[in-house]
Structures are given as structure tokens and as C-alpha cells.
T-cell receptor
Framework: AQKITQTQPGMFVQEKEAVTLDCTYDTSDPSYGLFWYKQPSSGEMIFLIYQGSYDQQNATEGRYSLNFQKARKSANLVISASQLGDSAMYFC?????????????FGKGTMLLVSP | DTEVTQTPKHLVMGMTNKKSLKCEQH?????MYWYKQKAKKPPELMFV???????INESVPSRFSPECPNSSLLNLHLHALQPEDSALYLC?????????????FGAGTRLSVL
């Protein structure tokens, strides 16, 4: 069984500052993928970044980076230089990469508010 | 911009109505998904299609009936819904159902059942 824990229901950050959204996971699978999605109030789930369990380097995509600490089972999302448009719900998710189908398991989400 | 298109964006229906949600993708993906999302909760998986065949049904009530007419289209037919079915319905697609295939989501249909 897989489990994702996001302990921060809400986070506040000022524009242009960096923010870290926490995500810890639990799985017995040796091969898995970790995902972050952004969901603005409009409803669309936007894929941000992916990290595979065997990837040697932390993933980066523009202003987004994933701080992957495998031994601690954490996959925190770092957003640099926050913008007002970053205000949204952020979901951490994971799935097993073993053969066959594996459900994408989501955390409960963190609501990020960026202030001017 | 998302490459998964969902229509309509909003839908209001009575409990005796029949309506359909539509999802379309042109990324050549062979797996498509329906999720239900209640306010301030993560999405919950409903159905998974792989190569146009239903692979996963997460014990969804029969008043929800999925259909995959071709590899680009996914429909969700709704009949005799209950007020508790009011939610955001998200469609997603990925290259396949296994491996590290990223699921790309549409903007969703906000459904209200009166």
C-alpha cells in the first residue's frame, strides 16, 4: 500500500520569496514515481514535476524543484521567486512503477497563498 | 495549455435527467481516466481505460456509465444522479497505464445535481 502525507493544510508566502511544500510518502515498492500537481481555483490539475525513485539527481522544471531525500522518504516541492499566479492547491502524488497498473495516490494537498 | 479538453465546463442537472460528459485528447495516449473530486479533497479514481477497453472500475455506482468510442475520446454518461454526486469531474490521459507515464488532466466539469 502507498501513502502520501502533506502536513501543511495552508502556506503563506510573499511575492518573490521561495517556499517549500512538504511531502512524505510510504511504500514498500523499490521502484516508484513521485509527482506534483497544481490546482488553481479554476479546477484544472496542472502537472508540475516528476521524480523517479532511481533518479540520481533532483528534478527541476523552471522555478520548480523537487528536494528528493530517499532515506527520509520525502519529496518536497520548492518554488523559487513566488508569483501571485502560484496561489493554488498543490498535490503530491505517487505510483508504483512495478509491472502492471498502479493507482496514482494523492496527498490531501496544501493550499498556497502568495501575497503582494 | 492543457491538451485534454473536457466539455461542458459546468453542468446542472436534475435527478431524473440523463447527461454526458465528454473528454478528448490528441496526444496519442492509450490510457484515459475519470476522477471525481469533492471540494478541498484530492481526486478519487473512478474508471481507467487502456487501449479503449475498461481496465479498472473502482466500484462506481451504475448511474455512472463510461464509454470510450475511440482512442481520443472518453465519455461519462450520467443517469439518475443524487445530490451527493455533485463534484468536479476530471478526465486524464497518459501514454499507458503502467510505468512512469505522467497523467495529464483536463480542466474538469463542475457538476451540480439538484
Amino acid at each position: 500500500a502507498q501513502k502520501i502525507t502533506q502536513t501543511q493544510p495552508g502556506m503563506f508566502v510573499q511575492e518573490k520569496e521561495a517556499v517549500t511544500l512538504d511531502c512524505t510518502y510510504d511504500t514498500s515498492d523499490p521502484s516508484y514515481g513521485l509527482f506534483w500537481y497544481k490546482q488553481p481555483s479554476s479546477g484544472e490539475m496542472i502537472f508540475l514535476i516528476y521524480q523517479g525513485s532511481y533518479d540520481q539527481q533532483n528534478a527541476t522544471e523552471g522555478r520548480y524543484s523537487l528536494n528528493f531525500q530517499k532515506a527520509r522518504k520525502s519529496a518536497n516541492l520548492v518554488i523559487s521567486a513566488s508569483q501571485l499566479g502560484d496561489s493554488a492547491m498543490y498535490f503530491c502524488a505517487m505510483r508504483s512503477l512495478n509491472s502492471g497498473y498502479s493507482t496514482l495516490t494523492f496527498g490531501k494537498g496544501t493550499m498556497l497563498l502568495v501575497s503582494p | 495549455d492543457t491538451e485534454v479538453t473536457q466539455t461542458p465546463k459546468h453542468l446542472v442537472m436534475g435527478m431524473t435527467n440523463k447527461k454526458s460528459l465528454k473528454c478528448e485528447q490528441h496526444m496519442g495516449h492509450r490510457a484515459m481516466y475519470w476522477y471525481k473530486q469533492k471540494a478541498k479533497k484530492p481526486p478519487e479514481l473512478m474508471f481507467v481505460y487502456s487501449y479503449e477497453k475498461l481496465s479498472i472500475n473502482e466500484s462506481v455506482p451504475s448511474r455512472f456509465s463510461p464509454e470510450c468510442p475511440n482512442s481520443s475520446l472518453l465519455n461519462l454518461h450520467l443517469h439518475a444522479l443524487q445530490p451527493e454526486d455533485s463534484a468536479l469531474y476530471l478526465c486524464a490521459s497518459s501514454q499507458g497505464i503502467a510505468g512512469s507515464g505522467i497523467q495529464y488532466f483536463g480542466a474538469g466539469t463542475r457538476l451540480s445535481v439538484l
